[in-house]
């Protein structure tokens, strides 16, 4: 018998419009009845919608408690029953020297990066438990694993995402609830190379990341997205609690 989360009804990605979130919409649409895409960059989703058939845009800031729970229920009102959430809403943070970051700078990384997972997660998974089904798949990083100078606050985050991932599969896990995260290492993207020019901007001279990757390359979206789509719809659901690291073997 296959494992029924294959037939998914309705996906629902918050950070869809970004880059490795439209590689991971392009992925899942034609696979789940209905992929709803979240961001709250409302000109990007607008593309996105255009550009893919059967992806349905909803904008909302998931870092505000309201919004976020509004999301949830807007997109079960119009779409029916969330089996799969993607949190896949991010950002990079303020890059420099931990004495030099704004407290409002490391509230909004955490705000995105973590609070939006709780507030998602806190709305969604009423109606996941009533119907003993659902998957949560959290995009984390490799950053979520080791530290990392000049970027304490997206480091640390990360760290919070891998946590979060970890008690809620132990939670949920009674309810056939699983939880897990993807841990990118270094993708083509701009995020990146908005890291990388903010720490050369500090540090004179730009770090060739390259280097240390065994297999000497960057990630590709669509790679990252492939693993969340496997966690999302192929993995059988007793995989739970699992930060899948998908970075070339830098960390090996
Ligand atoms: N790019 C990489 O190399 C890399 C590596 C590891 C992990 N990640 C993680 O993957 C995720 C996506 O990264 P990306 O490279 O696609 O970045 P991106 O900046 O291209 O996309 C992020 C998207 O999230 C949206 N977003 C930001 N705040 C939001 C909010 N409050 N509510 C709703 N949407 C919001 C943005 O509008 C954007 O569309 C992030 O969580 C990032 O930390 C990226």
């Known amino acids: 018998m296959?494992?029924?989360?294959?037939?998914?009804?309705t996906v629902l990605l918050t950070g869809a419009a970004g880059h490795l979130g439209s590689a991971i919409t392009r992925t899942l649409v034609g696979r789940a009845v209905n992929v709803a895409v979240n961001d709250v960059d409302a000109m990007a989703a607008r593309r996105l919608v255009d550009s893919v058939d059967g992806a349905v845009p909803f904008i909302a800031d998931v870092s505000q408690p309201d919004q976020a729970e509004r999301l949830v229920t807007d997109v079960i009102e119009r779409l029916g029953p969330i089996d799969v959430l993607v949190n896949g809403a991010g950002v990079e943070g303020p890059v420099g020297a931990v004495e030099d970051i704004r407290p409002d700078d490391v509230r909004r990384a955490f705000e995105v990066n973590v609070m939006s997972m709780f507030w998602v997660c806190r709305t969604i998974v009423g109606g996941m438990k009533r119907r003993g089904r659902g998957r949560i798949i959290n995009v984390a990083s490799g950053a979520g694993l080791a530290g990392g100078a000049l970027a304490s606050?997206?480091?640390?985050?990360?760290?919070?995402?891998?946590?979060?991932t970890r008690s809620l599969a132990r939670e949920l896990g009674p309810h056939q609830i699983a939880v897990n995260a993807v841990c990118p290492g270094y993708v083509e993207s701009p995020m990146v190379d908005r890291i990388l020019d903010a720490e050369t901007a500090l540090t004179g001279g730009r770090a060739d990341v390259v280097a240390a990757i065994p297999m000497a390359r960057m990630a590709r979206a669509d790679e990252v997205a492939a693993t969340v789509a496997f966690l999302a719809l192929d993995a059988p659901s007793y995989v739970t609690g699992q930060c899948v690291v998908i970075d070339g073997g830098l960390r090996a």
Do not use: E, M, N, Q
């Open 2 to 9: 296959k494992d029924p989360i294959t037939s998914a009804g």
């Open 153 to 164: 606050p997206y480091h640390a985050s990360k760290h919070a995402v891998v946590g979060l």
